[in-house]
């Protein structure tokens, strides 16, 4: 049952993506519902939880709860006492925003923690371990490949004509920037996988391989996305690092220098300064930070920045934002700063902890954090389902190489101890 179950779970992982990244109510909710079931499998394994990454993170999804539940003071009763006058009614004053957005935002987390906690203790097999970290880079392959066919065969969508980000490489995914961001955090788990099959010893066994290795990077090149390019070479470096081969340290620079030469994207980065007075992402910032400082202990609730932005939105900003392109300012507003500190702290446990392990399959989870983390900065790509997910599942697995509790006591380094010499067989009396 629970092999099956593994399977199951890890095939929904690298399928994820092909619904648009899931990024679609009935897509995630069937990811929900599917982990919801396997949760209920008993698990072998035993891991060493992160005890202060868990308490961390467990407090933050306690106060998303108590947002939901109404148990939390109410956010802005200016904002009610409004609508009562308006509608010449009573209106309940609410502890969030959209109560049904906080409610879905909390079943993703929960969906998250799930998968974490499967995979955390699946990944204490080191072969189960090895099957994610395959199964997920040759799937980072696989969709490169499908996001470089669909470019070329008039830049389409897998269901459908594609509207926007026209010209640059999107495969399934709504956007540029979350292809991206998936395919570094997949080189990352094919990094390891290689190291695990030792294809740098001969390139003629691990041909498929670099293979492999050069579609992902064309693919991610084809996507131009500057952000996304960026933090997966600095993921992909993390890990490199972190596998400590000094012939792949030498393929990542090889590499990025070719992908910087054979690619139009240095001179994008060239022609493309940041202008302050161009670049809207800077005015959200600036009024997601003016958000946050009216509600900075208890947020506005999780799910809520559409509907509170709508509001406040500067005239500057013609069209609607769904999310602030900065994951941690946007949770800051909906959960609150403290809560936001927990959730950060928590993976930086979490990273602390894949940092302190030699295991491949944790360098995989350390670099794909490294390249979210630093993502989260500029754009919402993390916050997209199926990157989420796979997020989710390399940190649990890493952590369940670097907490695997024995079955049977591990015998010591140190050779036995000899038994000492019998004594020597006493000799003839000689005669006085």
Known sequence: MERWAFRAALAVVVLAPLALGANRPWAWQALAAVFAVLCFVPQ???ARVPRGAAVLWLAALAWAAVQVFGLAPPVRPDLWAQAAEALGQPVPARAVLDADAAAAGLLRLLTWTVAFWLFLHWATSRRRAAVVVAAIGWAGVAWAAVALALLAAGDRLPFGEKVQHLGFATGPFPNRNTLALWLG????????AGVQRGVWRSVRRGWAWWLGAATLAAALAATQSRAGLVVAAV???????????PGWALAAVLAGGMLLVATPVSLRLAA???????EPRLVVWATTLEGIARAPWTGIGLGAFPAAFAEVRPRALLQPWRYAHNSYLELAWELGVPTAVAVVAALAGIGWRLLRTGSTTAAAGLGALVAAGLHALVDFSPQVPAAALLLAVLLGSGCGRAGAVPRHPVPSADPPPRPAPPDPAPGPVPPG
């Open 185 to 192: 955090m997949a080189a990352c788990a094919l990094a390891a």
């Open 235 to 245: 993921g992909l470096a993390v890990a490199v690092a972190r596998l400590a081969r």
């Open 272 to 278: 493309t300064a940041l202008d302050p007075a161009a």
């Open 44 to 46: 072998s394994g035993r």
